[in-house]
């Protein structure tokens, strides 16, 4: 590798390990094993180095958990057990990869003092909120248009807010069952009511 991919490459370990508040361009270097002047050079600075590294991580670490959740996942499960299985998958996703959670929320929270980074997160949602559906609701059972973006962001809210959760407590945060059972609940009340509905 060249310095310019070293560079990009130290600069992931270092949003992964360090965060990005804490990185400093002398942590990119010694990650890296490059040189001052090359971030300059190649880059234009610090923060577009890291911007591009966030951008490339997101890409990876998104390709990393679709991967984990549905590793021999049985396609002929009903959507409420590929529901459950998959959320307890990603709670213990959560357990051992906490670093790389904690440099998403990290990188949320940076999003509101920089419109760019904001920009770029958002330009990132919809393949976002796609990886989500298809992880989710399974290539045969995928929704389409509007219903498709609806529910693709339900499921990423679900799953900033549970990641929150475990990041702040451990011990009270919601299991894989539990998150499945709330949804058990929410749909049993949702049916309840329309039929109460129909024959009132």
């Known amino acids: 590798m060249g310095h310019r991919e070293d560079l990009l490459a130290g600069a992931k370990r270092c949003l992964l390990e360090k965060g ?3 990185t400093t361009a002398r942590d990119i270097v010694a990650a890296s094993g490059t040189n001052l002047a090359s971030i300059g050079y ?3 600075s610090k923060d577009a180095l890291m911007k591009a590294a966030l951008v490339e991580s997101l890409g990876d670490w998104g390709e990393e958990i679709e991967r984990a959740m549905a590793a021999d996942l049985d396609p002929e499960v009903t959507p409420l057990e590929r529901f459950e299985t998959i959320w307890n998958r990603m709670v213990e996703h959560f357990t051992t990869h906490r670093q790389l959670w904690a440099a998403n ?9 920089d419109p760019q ?10 393949e ?16 389409a248009g509007d219903s498709a973006r609806i529910l693709g ?5 679900l799953l900033i807010g549970v990641m929150s959760q475990w990041l702040i407590d451990p011990g009270t ?7 499945a059972e709330a949804l058990r609940i929410v749909a049993s009340s949702v049916t309840a009511t329309d039929r109460s509905r129909e024959n009132g």
């Not at 976002?128 to 929704?143: I, S, T, Y």
């Not at 962001?153 to 809210?157: G, P, V």
Request: overall charge negative; cysteine-free.
């Open 20 to 22: 990005w508040a804490r």
């Open 105 to 113: 929320i990290e990188l949320v929270a940076q999003a509101e003092h």
């Open 153 to 157: 962001a339900f499921y990423q809210a």
């Open 42 to 44: 190649h880059y234009g």
């Open 117 to 126: 980074m904001r920009k770029t997160l958002a330009d990132l949602q919809p």
């Open 128 to 143: 976002g909120r796609e990886g989500m559906l298809e992880m989710f609701q399974g290539v045969h059972r995928e929704p």
């Open 173 to 179: 945060a919601p299991s894989g069952k539990d998150v």
